[in-house]
């Protein structure tokens, strides 16, 4: 059965050292009441769930789509901003209307359950400022509304992730409704089998109340796996069934600015502090930890992709660096509650190099056009870290290991490497397979009925002027 | 020795440059400018006010050439910046009375 | 008397629950001393307010600076910039000086008490690390000089807003001037008349310790009548004292750079979760109700707009998303922690209609030169937020109703739909006439004086290299 | 013996109601084991230190970066960024390696404790989770884990300011190179001299155990000898060293964009809280006044610049406003959470003049070529803040004053301006030597090794492409 | 035909476009250029360092024109464009020897 | 008169111009351009896709001048932009039927 679980402590032993600081008199309480868990609410995890949403929704608007937009023409420059803007907007009311419940709740019926939730909490229903969510930790609590915006932001920005493969030659308004379905298809179902679970307070009574990969016990702290393999597939696929774009190979089309570029790295840095931190859900030694993988994996790739351009071309490019950045926070991503700070830094030393390979030797050795290498970067990052957080997080490392959430008080699961290995593989694979399938059939049926790609005509006087009406800049 | 302006659509410029490369032209001086003439315009909207500019973004291209070179260029030009659709641009040409180059101080045809 | 007051909160019942976790064992002390208050301070609550404060401040500098900034000619862009930063400095030092005891004091004499504080508290006298402030819940209480700097960022970025309405053609120093007597006749009245009680541990007591709008019962949870109406009108009496723009309606004046306006309207979007959910002070379940309403109303705007766009004009613009993500924002301040995020979502999507009709059919049909729309958006915006707020803010619609502060600890209020229409109507009413007028006298005062406008020939060229002796860009 | 610690607290009477909220009941506890550390940690402050941590690296990038970035010519524009970007990520990682044990731990052999520390948290070892940091309050922890990320920006942010003084003339990796090396002589020693110690709970024990400034009883409360005045002489040093731009004095170089300027100084004062406030390492009332002070002198200093250029060129500028601005947040560094709040603002108009008469008169009549003005800003607005520190800190004046740790609770020292004045000196000099001498050496070394300089040629055609290969725009 | 090359104060294009327009003109190609003349620029402050440039922003018209139009063209341009202020600006015209729209291929008149 | 078109390298344009003040040359039109010519550009790399451009950018002067100066205004912009390095640039040289003066409606040589 249940052998481990998501989890972002150590041993809990010393864990509730750490969180029950306020409890400490008090004894644990399995299976606390309603009423119970609203006195297991701490203001400072609340204070830092609500900090780190809005840092996520940094990320998206404007940390993402400066990061995109700076490298597209300008002619495109608006069409970018807009896309993230509007996929943001639209994933977040349709996060509030059915996503939170299809994510977050058991399914419609228990067969269901693995695979995706049911509509129990659709538009929201019976959630309010005094219902809770729970933690990794037993008997910590937070306000459930705070969960519930804090996951909406992953909800918000993974959909726009994927507009990178694809960008400067893709219709508006059959994007968004790609966005409505891939949500509800692929990103729904996929957040459920990762992330969805009883709770640590419950699962001892309830074991087989949890996703399918998070039964598995597949380790994905902060959604390397619900997020950027998620994403980087649907692109990849997008990107290919869309094809390249007017011009590819044989015009130049330098980044119109890598200053806004440089702008959005740095705020998808900064930002994903919320991101991977603030998984944790509570702000406690963990929630440090991660903070600091994050930082150092970060730190360590960018300098990596800036030592390996130097060796190759001799001269280190900021938007080497800044790909660096994000191919480190990509792969600590999964790994972030897990791993000693010094994996972190290997980890971060080491993705560089392998997506630094596939945006250069085989995206031109392939040449598919995916325009902003969300493959090369996100998802090729993404299996880096998804497999790398099963070395990573081994107690033999220094890592924090998994937990025996089928106990209460939960208490720290036996590891093996290799055996981890395994079920991270199965589950980037069931991601793969399942993102990259749904999307295939969604772009095509979305391609036949509504078309996907403009005309040529406009595509070469860019999408701003054509699909929005405006241009980015009259100087 | 003359002295060629051609207007033409931005997209077009890398095609021009290659087919008077092989030309054997060896140089010119390319500007952005906004060409107004019978192509129409995109409509911007920026909330309430709508701006329709007949300005559309083009190249010039300046380009010193032998009196032999300058009717082929003219040529070259005419059928590789052509689309057959209204904006593709004109071609100027007026007399040159001198060429120097900056680097060398010589003049005439072998500056161009 | 006292029929309801701003509240943060459902029925005190449950909300005591969440905010007195920490004290769960103490009972309810009334009218606690200083040295009471202090033990009640929870540096959760401390931590998200000091947090918020600090977003807000980011909505002003760069945010606010750079939506309104994008949005004028390049000429013009540093002039822009320049108010923005300069009024929020100057506004700053004139809330430590004078404004704080303004808005937050009782009256010079009782009399003046529902109008405008006194000076007790100028120049910060009495104000240290040692004395608190209270929250809208009983017994909990927070640091003053938090409050003191949370509230201080309102009033850096209200007179900010104004300048969006004459952008282009306005004298610096005066209306450095125009700042400063505003903000003084203006706001810190207004403030207070809508902000300024006694708190929830003394009401019972000293039930006409209150602002007038507060007293009456008006509800406006984060400053729509304050901030937005109130900056909203005095920018469209500036707009129509000082005139149009040499050249209006003749001349194309396209944005210079709406991807500026699209990260300025992003970090508003990401400052405005301090605006408002910090708002409630402190870092509970209500605190999280604002935040997924600020989220989900935004979205819902940004996307209505585009929607009217698109079949208005058969192109959704990024300006256009971005102009709706602010009247969402805007709309939603005073519902923000009243509101079921259902009926906030809805909120959104009505919201952008409006101020479209005003933006686009209004405005060309008067023709006044409202440059940024301050109108349009903030003031438009704003009244219908906060009479919006009388229905959305109603138990029976999901709402969180009002509190009854008379009563110690307080209880929920019987709540009536109609009846709090009047009393929002009247409070915007009050806000229209009170800042429509005074800032008229004081728009025509300094124009005979110091003058408001510059020559034709400064404003052809642009105010950046008059004005300020630099360019904007010089690449 | 030891007269006065840096402290962050009034009175210990007062700041214990302050700090021990949640340990009202217990007494308090002389040197807690390590186990108790962990239950006097309090998520609020925890949530507050990881926030300031972020907020901190958002000071770098883009903060610093941009606004480095926008006064340069567009040719180097993206050298700036990568620069910081480079330096930040180096410094990070070199933080993780060996910084931190040389900054906080205790000296190799007890002779060097006074200067600099060991190695025994080199790789980070010994510290995870489960271990805890001291603050300012008696028995009040942080995990460890987020005082290493806290202190790790300022050992990236630091470096990175240095670059300023001789933007457009460097070559890349012999920078880095620099960096890594000044880090490790002047950085992590200095650190540790001025803000290593034994904590608040060990002090009466070990009196001892402190850097040698720290001993001494020199103020600084976020680091403006170290981070400014510090980073301020060795850019010095530097831009004297390497010399003046080819076509200095001859050739315009007008900033190629004051709008990246203006955002990077918003970023800067917006992340600053986090510098000021978060360096109490609680969120407690004090945190409140570091956080009032920062932002009220940044406003003075911001005003009081552009006053100045009204008077003297009757155009205040953008780049006036930011410089002040800048100046402010340096000036109020070391006095943060000593000031009172008007003594703060006074400090904040005062700044302005002197940094004004610096970088226009002083570096126009001795023409050295200090490209953003790192001296004339960092250096002098460091050493004004440094002593002027020694005066608004004073009680009397309604200061903080100083604590006495060698008691245990600590207490209030008794205060002297003039004595006072005279440790702040010492530090301050002290600063200048040891950071002017190592770093003088370092470029010699440097430049007789790998050679500090590009040729003139391509110093004019920029750096950006020739060392990085890139364009910052392609419009 | 002439090659007529005005430079004139930015803000007058649209009204001298406008001009032309009514003239007959039917296509025009401009470009934003810096002008040095009598006419004495603004200074530029940052921080220490004062800049004076003479270089103004102007902007430079190019009209292909039969020999007829022509002077009137210049006459149009010269009373719209003038503000009688200082850097009004120029109107400079060459011969031009030949001129062909690149859609057509036509040349003369009939291509402009 | 002539109208004579000089490219030059952007970095000696301040140097140019002050030594043309000297000669007494009133005013210019300076514009931004892109040269493609012999001088080989510089390779841009970004991530994977590299760059080499032979366009590189230039300075154009436009220079309408009586016929006695022209000669005089080529020979020092050519000793003045000159670095001795390819790319350095050209100057070209047109016959200029009219000038005219906007501000007062003259025309010739005292419209210059
Ligand atoms: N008389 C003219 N003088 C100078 N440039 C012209 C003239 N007429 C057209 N042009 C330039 O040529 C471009 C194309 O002209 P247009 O009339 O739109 O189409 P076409 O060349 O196909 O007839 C214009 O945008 C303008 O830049
Ligand atoms: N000799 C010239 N050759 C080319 N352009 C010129 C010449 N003289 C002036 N100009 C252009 O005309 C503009 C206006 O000239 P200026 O001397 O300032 O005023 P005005 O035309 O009123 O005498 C200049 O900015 C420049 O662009
Ligand atoms: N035939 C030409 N017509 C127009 N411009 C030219 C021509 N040849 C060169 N140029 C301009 O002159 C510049 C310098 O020419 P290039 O051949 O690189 O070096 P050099 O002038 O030293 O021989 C080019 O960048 C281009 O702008």
New binding site residues.
């Given amino acids: 059965m249940i052998r481990k679980m998501i989890s972002g402590v150590v041993g809990s032993g010393v864990a509730l050292g750490f969180a029950s600081t306020a409890f400490a008199q008090a004894a644990l309480i399995k299976a606390p009441t309603a009423a119970q868990q609203l006195t297991m609410i701490n203001k400072g995890d609340t204070a830092w769930l609500l900090v780190s949403s809005a840092l996520v929704l940094m990320m998206s608007v404007p940390g993402l789509a400066l990061f995109y937009g700076g490298l597209v023409r300008t002619k495109n420059m608006l069409s970018v901003l807009m896309q993230v803007f509007m996929i943001v907007s639209v994933a977040g009311m349709l996060w509030a209307t059915v996503g939170y419940s299809m994510a977050f709740t058991t399914g419609f019926t228990p067969g269901l359950t693995p695979y995706v939730g049911g509509f129990s909490k659709a538009l929201m229903r019976g959630i309010d400022a005094t219902t809770a969510a729970t933690t990794f930790s037993n008997n910590v609590y937070v306000p459930e509304l705070a969960y519930f915006v804090f996951q909406m932001t992953f909800a918000m920005i993974t959909p726009a992730l994927i507009i990178g493969s694809f960008a400067e030659r893709i219709k508006f308004t059959p994007l968004i409704v790609f966005t409505v379905l891939w949500s509800i298809l692929v990103y729904y179902p996929i957040a459920h089998m990762v992330w969805y679970w009883g709770g640590p307070d419950f699962m001892k009574d309830t074991p087989n109340e949890a996703g399918l990969l998070n039964h598995w016990g597949a380790l994905d702290f902060a959604g390397g796996t619900v997020v950027h393999i998620n994403a980087g597939i649907a692109g990849m696929v997008g990107c290919l069934m869309i094809g390249k774009r007017v011009g590819f190979g044989r015009e130049n089309t330098p980044p119109h600015s890598l200053t806004m570029t440089m702008i959005g790295a740095s705020l998808l840095w900064v930002g994903w502090f919320g991101f991977n931190a603030g998984s944790n859900l509570e702000a406690s030694g963990v929630t440090a930890v991660a903070f600091v993988n994050t930082m150092l994996a970060t730190c360590a790739a960018a300098v990596s992709w800036a030592v390996i351009e130097q060796v190759v071309h001799r001269k280190p490019s900021m938007l080497g660096a800044a790909s660096g950045a994000v191919a480190g926070l990509v792969a600590v991503t999964p790994a972030s509650g897990y791993a000693h700070p010094m994996t972190a830094m290997v980890l971060g030393l080491v993705v560089s190099p392998i997506c630094f390979f596939f945006v250069t030797t085989v995206k031109n050795k392939f040449k598919y056009d995916d325009t902003l290498d969300v493959f090369g970067v996100h998802c090729v990052g993404g299996i880096t870290g998804a497999l790398a957080t099963a070395i990573v997080a081994s107690p033999a490392l220094g890592g924090q290991g998994a937990a025996d959430y089928t106990k209460f008080p939960y208490v720290a699961a036996p590891y093996s490497i290799s055996a981890q290995l395994v079920t991270q593989l199965e589950a980037v694979t069931i991601t793969l397979l399942w993102s990259g399938i749904v999307s295939a059939i969604l772009f095509f049926v979305i391609d036949k009925t509504l078309g996907l790609r403009p005309t040529e005509e406009i595509e070469r006087e860019g999408l701003d002027i054509n699909e929005h009406g405006e241009r980015a800049y009259n100087y | 020795m003359k002295f060629i302006i051609a207007i033409i659509k931005p997209f077009k410029l890398d095609e021009v440059r290659e087919a008077l490369s092989n030309l054997g ?5 390319v500007s952005e400018v906004k060409g107004f003439g019978r192509q129409k315009g995109q409509t911007e909207i920026y909330r309430g006010a709508e701006y329709t500019t007949n300005m559309l973004p083009k190249v010039k291209l ?4 032998s009196d032999d070179l300058a009717p082929r260029i003219i040529e070259v030009i005419q059928q590789t910046a052509n689309t057959e659709a209204i904006g593709d641009g004109k071609i100027f040409v007026v007399d040159l009375v001198s060429a120097t ?3 060398t101080g010589e003049s005439g045809e072998t500056a ?1």
Same sequence: chains 1, 3, 4.
């Fill in positions: 032209v060896a140089g010119m001086t300046e380009i010193a050439a180059r900056i680097r161009l």
